[in-house]
């Protein structure tokens, strides 16, 4: 009896370990599923359900470790791709910093020349072929009274070596003029004379400098290119053909320089810190005049030119 009761004691405990994994394998197939079979399962006896419950606990523990594995490995390299990604954006962000640095240290000029006194009308040119051409050798902004076609230069310019750019500086003739009538340039840079009128036109230079004498004429649609060397005061420009069109080309050993827009501004920027002299000159009226100018870095200086008469005109 005793060893009765004791074997339905291990039965019954088999039985509860058992019946604690049977929801995992209750089922298994005995033979292949063909298209229209009858689907026939056998339920696992105690013993064999019991044997094959432990006998799956080693494949179980094998896929779990593998996968553990797999998600650690997963873990590591996006880690390190995210590092790696982190790592340029930080090199990236470092360069930016570092290449913005000596930029931080200039400072710009920017300002206005504004004309007080009384516009002189057009002068009337008559053509070669009987026309009447108004030339305005003044031109103010009717609004803020800024002066057109002032060139505005240090002369006194930091020591920083300027690249040649690779465009030309373009002067057309159309309209039996020159357009731009004042421009600057840096030396060596090309210079090209433009043709778009319908009759041949000229370039003839009064300079200083052998090197910047030009005396040619072309037709329609036939550019003229010269390169200029640095010269002190503009390189007068006209036509031998048309007296009446004259412009001025400022060519410089240095990049700070500009000409006033419409409405007479202008701006020079990336200037060293330092006390300039800045000179203005307006060519087609022979007015001139220049300032002391303190560039701050990452500041800039406002300046406000006022022109109140004409050169020769009598003081008020």
Known sequence: MADSSAGSARQGHAGQAIDSFEPLVRFRRTGPLLPGSPRRATRFSG????GLVYARQPVIVAVSLFLLVGLLFTGIVCHGCHSHEEEIRLGRWLSAAYAGEPARRFGQIAGL????GQVPPPRRVETNEGSILEIVDLEVHPQNRGVHEVFVYLENPPALQADLPKEAVVIDQVNLRFRPRVAGVLAGQEVRFENNDTCNHGVQTVTSL?????NATAGPGTPIVHRFQ???????VGCPLHPWMRAYLFALPHRFFAVTNERGEFQLAGITPATYRLRFVHP???WQTDREVIVRPNETTMLLVVWERLPGSPDK
């Open 47 to 50: 013993k064999a359900q019991h």
């Open 113 to 116: 020349v504004r004309f007080t």
């Open 210 to 214: 052998p090197a910047n004498h030009i």
């Open 230 to 236: 640095a010269q002190r005061g503009p390189i007068i």
């Open 284 to 286: 087609l009226t022979g």
